[in-house]
């Protein structure tokens, strides 16, 4: 399974847009970038994935580098309740099993 | 829809003993993974299951089982219980669609689980 990096830790102001790189160099063509995250005491949650193009739904945007080596988790305007640990994971596209690799992830903490 | 429910929420065994935690996957779901959490090594994979047939498996001794239910619903057992056996465990459903690149994974809260 391919490897993501990411920064241990970040923090935001609240209200203000948060970038959250994720490093996979070794990236495949048919890997999947994947976002998930993790709010204290809870389950992690899906908040986005991709593969080429960016990507945006009502939680989150994934800007994917043209070579794919790199992407961002972009939130528009961070609140308190995203601060959570945000996972970058590989998916195999033509693996449609539940296996998810997580890393260390990068813990996001955001002050009001 | 209902979420993910894991039961119990909690609980505390000694070394040696063995423990059975339970797993019910949302309405519909038929694909149930487990996972172990803790501080030092984070979520690690432990198995898949889909149509009661373990279809993906982490690297973790045979001590840990799991099982599928004609229903969906999943246990997971670890036999022979070890102190850094303590950790948060948490399920996770999907629908497991076939050519989806999607699958999206629904976690529940997780079970406790603490050696001593």
């Known amino acids: 399974d391919a490897k993501t990096t990411q920064p241990n830790s970040m923090e935001s102001n609240e209200e203000e847009p948060v970038h959250l790189p994720c490093n996979h160099s070794t990236i495949s063509g048919t890997d999947y970038i994947h976002w998930y995250r993790q709010l204290p005491s809870q389950g992690p949650e899906y908040v986005i994935h991709?593969?080429?193009s960016n990507v945006n739904n009502r939680m989150a945007s994934l800007a994917i580098a043209e070579d794919r080596k790199s992407s961002t988790l972009i939130l528009h305007r961070a609140t308190l309740r995203d601060a959570a640990v945000y996972y970058c994971i590989l998916r195999d596209g033509g693996n449609q099993g539940g296996k998810l690799i997580f890393g260390q992830g990068t813990e996001l903490s955001v002050k009001p | 829809k209902a979420g993910v429910t894991q039961t119990p929420r909690y609980l505390i065994k000694t070394r040696g003993q063995q423990v059975t935690l339970s797993c019910s996957p949302i309405?519909?779901?038929?694909?149930v993974s487990w996972y172990q959490q803790t501080p030092g090594q984070g979520l690690q994979f432990l198995f898949e299951y889909f149509s009661e047939t373990q279809r993906n498996k982490g690297n973790f001794p045979g001590r840990f089982s799991g099982r599928q239910f004609s229903n969906s619903r999943s246990e997971m057992n670890v036999s022979t219980l070890e102190l850094g056996d303590s950790a948060l465990y948490l399920c996770?459903?999907?629908?497991?669609?076939?050519?989806?690149?999607?699958?999206?994974?629904?976690f529940g809260p997780g079970t406790r689980l603490t050696v001593l």
């Open positions: 309405s519909g779901h038929r694909s």
């Open positions: 996770a459903s999907s629908l497991r669609l076939a050519g989806s690149s999607y699958n999206e994974q629904f």
């Open positions: 991709g593969l080429t």
